[in-house]
Structures are given as structure tokens and as C-alpha cells.
């Protein structure tokens, strides 16, 4: 059993930046992607971005590219999500996720295996 805890929400004004940080307890094995998807009120989860436990590939949405920056830490058994140039529209709950195998696809919430309960991200206009 993994349990994710994210951590590093907060409010932050246009144009700023926030990293956000999901520690994990129990085993991480080579075979995990991590992700981080967010929601926001009225809307369905939406990917944000994953990276594989072992190669450190990653991955983005198309939305994402380039603003955001998904990292690790394999000593810490954490995932970081550095967010820059952040937008009203960004505003959600942001959740870490873990798929204990790739699933073939690593943007569809429903083959991750564990989540956090999420952290708020507020961005001010």
C-alpha cells in the first residue's frame, strides 16, 4: 500500500509560481509513473503531467508544455511539480497519483492505483 501526501498549495498571484511536492510512503518501485492531475470545481480531472519512476521520462499535457516542470527525488520518494506563468484558469485541486506499472497511457486518472487527498492551488487575477 502507497500513501501519497501532496503538499505546496496556496494562493499566489497571476504570473507567479508555486512548486508543489508529493511525498510517498511505502515501496516505489522501478515499474511506478507518478502523476500529477488537477480538478477544478464543476470540471473533470484533468492531466497535468507524469514522470517514470526508474527513467525519469516524462510527460505533459500539450497545455503544460514548458510552463510546468515535473521532477523526482527517488531518495525522498518524492515528486515535485514546479509551476511558472500560473493563470486564473489554473485554479484547482491538484492531486498526485501513482500507476504501480504503465498502463500504456499515462494521462487517464483511472489507471493510477493510489492518490492524495490534493492540494489547493489558487491563482489571483
Known amino acids: 500500500q502507497v500513501q501519497l501526501v501532496e503538499s505546496g498549495g496556496g494562493l499566489v498571484q497571476a504570473g507567479g509560481s508555486l512548486r508543489l511536492s508529493c511525498v510517498a510512503s511505502g515501496p516505489i518501485f522501478s515499474s511506478y509513473v507518478m502523476g500529477w492531475f488537477r480538478q477544478a470545481p464543476g470540471k473533470e480531472r484533468e492531466f497535468v503531467a507524469a514522470i517514470s519512476w526508474s527513467g525519469g521520462r516524462t510527460y505533459y499535457s500539450d497545455s503544460k508544455k514548458g510552463l510546468f516542470t515535473i521532477s523526482k527525488d527517488n531518495a525522498k520518494n518524492t515528486v515535485y511539480l514546479q509551476m511558472n506563468s500560473l493563470k486564473p484558469e489554473d485554479t484547482a485541486v491538484y492531486y498526485c497519483?501513482?500507476?504501480?506499472?504503465?498502463?500504456?497511457?499515462?494521462?487517464?486518472?483511472?489507471?493510477?492505483?493510489?492518490w492524495g487527498l490534493g492540494t489547493q492551488v489558487t491563482v489571483s487575477s
Open positions: 497519483a501513482a500507476d504501480r506499472a504503465y498502463s500504456g497511457t499515462y494521462s487517464i486518472a483511472g489507471v493510477y492505483d493510489y
